[in-house]
Nanobody
Framework: QVQLVESGGGLVQAGGSLRLSCAASGSIFSINDMGWYRQAPGKQRELVAT???????NYADSVKGRFTISRDNAKNTVYLQMNSLKPEDTAVYYCAAVALVAGRGYSDCWGQGTQITVSS
């Protein structure tokens, strides 16, 4: 089994910063892409940022210049540094990974989600 455990969520004032972490563990041979998605109340889940195993990144237009995704391949961990937070960033943030899992091949894996609330 594979577990993605997120940490670092919480309540912050507009203009503030937060850093999310997500560590993958379990029967993992390797991890390809990792990323962060979010879902606000009443809205569909949307991509925030992704990063390949080689470090190539992709961001949603709404977070470009404010959020930075990074990863530590040795620790199977992905990070999301969020600066200049806005109330519209309020959502549940989910970690995701495409992992080569023992007995399952490549699988999409998801964390349980962590709440980010940005007050105005």
């Amino acid at each position: 089994q594979v577990q993605l455990v997120e940490s670092g969520g919480g309540l912050v004032q507009a203009g503030g910063s937060l850093r999310l972490s997500c560590a993958a563990s379990g029967s993992i041979f390797s991890i390809n892409d990792m990323g962060w998605y979010r879902q606000a109340p009443g809205k569909q889940r949307e991509l925030v940022a992704t990063i390949t195993s080689g470090g190539n990144t992709n961001y949603a237009d709404s977070v470009k210049g404010r959020f930075t995704i990074s990863r530590d391949n040795a620790k199977n961990t992905v990070y999301l540094q969020m600066n200049s937070l806005k109330p519209e960033d309020t959502a549940v943030y989910y970690c995701a990974a495409v992992a080569l899992v023992a007995g399952r091949g490549y699988s999409d894996c998801w964390g349980q989600g962590t709440q980010i609330t940005v007050s105005s």
